[in-house]
Structures are given as structure tokens and as C-alpha cells.
């Protein structure tokens, strides 16, 4: 065998392992980014956004009077369920990303509150918030007209809501903390559900007047 030949067979298995190394290392990169990426290619999204520490303090500030259930919305890595578990809520998370969870999870043992923490893999759409007393959004503008129809109808009137970063379209917040990005807009239950019931209301009266009655 030439060696010209043999430095051809070399150059080729230099090629091939080359990529081989590069495809491995695409399909890690891939494996390891598609549950950050898939959320954010759905219509609706919570992009993981670490609450800063200001905004975990607003939280618990205007939640301090308060005890219960609690529900973060999008809950990341986990530090707002955790902070709150500390302060005697019995928390939970919702998140859809698998990773977040888990991390989440052992965020909480490590903390010594896994006890009072859940953390549930789940589309905030197709979980119900009747149970819980308190709940935090981290929220974007695209979703929130939504979010409101579905706490309305679904939240006990006794609830607290605590949107962070963006408040809520048309609920009027009965007070708000800090300033900024850091700001926190708090709702009560009882005022935006008499609202929504009270635009039921009005929408089946004017259906009534918009149907023509039947003469005998």
C-alpha cells in the first residue's frame, strides 16, 4: 500500500469520527434543550424567567396575612413554592417543562420543606384551581384575558391572585407592591367573580331582548 493510500484511509477515519463526535454531541445538545424549547413553540407559553429576588420578597409580602393553599403557575425552578412552603403555605407547582420539576423537586428536599411542596408536570390549561386559596402567575400579556375567565370561574371566593410582571387586563387589583419588573399586582376572588357574574348577567339579558317572542 502507497503511502499516499494510507494517508487517504486516515484522513477518512479522522472524517468519520469527526462526525460521529459532532453528531453525538448535536443529538446531546437536542435531548438536553428540547423540553426548555418545546413550551416556547406552543400558542401560549411561559418562557422560564427565574423570579428575581425583589419579586419572591413582593410575593410573600402581600401574602403575609394569609395561610393555605398555594399554586404557582409556571412555577420553573421552584423557588417561589419553596419560599412560600417555608412561610407555612402548603404549596405546589404547576410547570410543564419535566426538567423544572424534577430540579424543583430536589430544590425542596434539600431545603427540608418536600413535605409541604408538590410539583406537577401539567399544562396550566387542563388543571383546575378550585382547591387553592392563593395563587401566583408569572404570566405574558398574550395569555392573561384567558387566565382571567379561567380563575374566575373556577376560584373560591375567599382566593387571593398575585400576578407578577403583568397584571391582569380588566380586574381591578385592590393593591400593588414594589416597582418595575418587581412590581405585584394583588386581586381578590370575591370582586373580578361578582364581575364576571354580573357580565353574564348582562350578556343573557341581552340575549332575551335580541330573541323575538312567539305570539299565539
Keep these: 500500500m502507497s503511502e499516499e493510500t494510507g494517508q487517504e484511509q486516515s484522513r477518512s477515519r479522522l472524517g468519520l ?11 446531546a445538545l437536542y435531548a438536553g434543550a428540547a423540553p426548555f424549547i418545546t413550551p416556547a413553540l406552543r400558542k401560549i407559553c411561559l418562557p422560564f424567567v427565574p423570579a428575581t429576588s425583589a419579586q ?7 401574602l403575609r396575612a394569609r395561610s393555605g393553599t398555594l399554586v404557582d403557575l409556571g412555577s420553573g425552578d421552584g423557588r417561589i413554592v419553596i419560599a412560600a412552603a417555608k412561610r ?9 417543562n419535566p426538567w423544572l420539576v424534577w430540579y424543583s423537586r430536589y430544590k425542596a428536599w434539600r431545603e427540608g420543606v418536600h413535605r409541604a411542596t408538590s410539583f406537577y408536570i401539567s399544562d396550566l390549561w387542563k388543571v383546575s384551581f ?23 370561574s373556577e376560584l373560591p371566593t375567599t382566593a387571593k391572585v398575585v400576578a407578577c410582571r403583568f397584571p391582569f387586563p380588566t380586574w381591578v387589583p385592590e393593591h400593588t407592591a414594589g416597582e418595575g419588573i418587581d412590581t405585584v399586582w394583588v386581586y381578590d376572588a370575591k370582586t373580578f367573580k361578582s364581575h364576571l357574574q354580573c357580565g353574564l348577567a348582562r350578556k343573557t339579558t ?11
Aim: aromatic share 8%; glycine share 10%.
Design 130 to 152: 378550585a382547591q387553592y386559596s392563593n395563587v401566583v402567575i408569572f404570566g405574558v400579556p398574550q395569555m392573561m384575558d384567558q387566565l382571567e375567565l379561567k380563575l374566575a
Design 56 to 62: 419572591v420578597d413582593n410575593v410573600l409580602r402581600v
Design 88 to 96: 407555612g403555605f402548603k404549596a405546589s407547582g404547576v410547570e410543564l
Design 206 to 216: 341581552a340575549v332575551d331582548e335580541d330573541t323575538p317572542q312567539s305570539h299565539s
Design 17 to 27: 469520527l469527526f462526525t460521529g463526535v459532532l453528531g453525538g454531541s448535536l443529538f
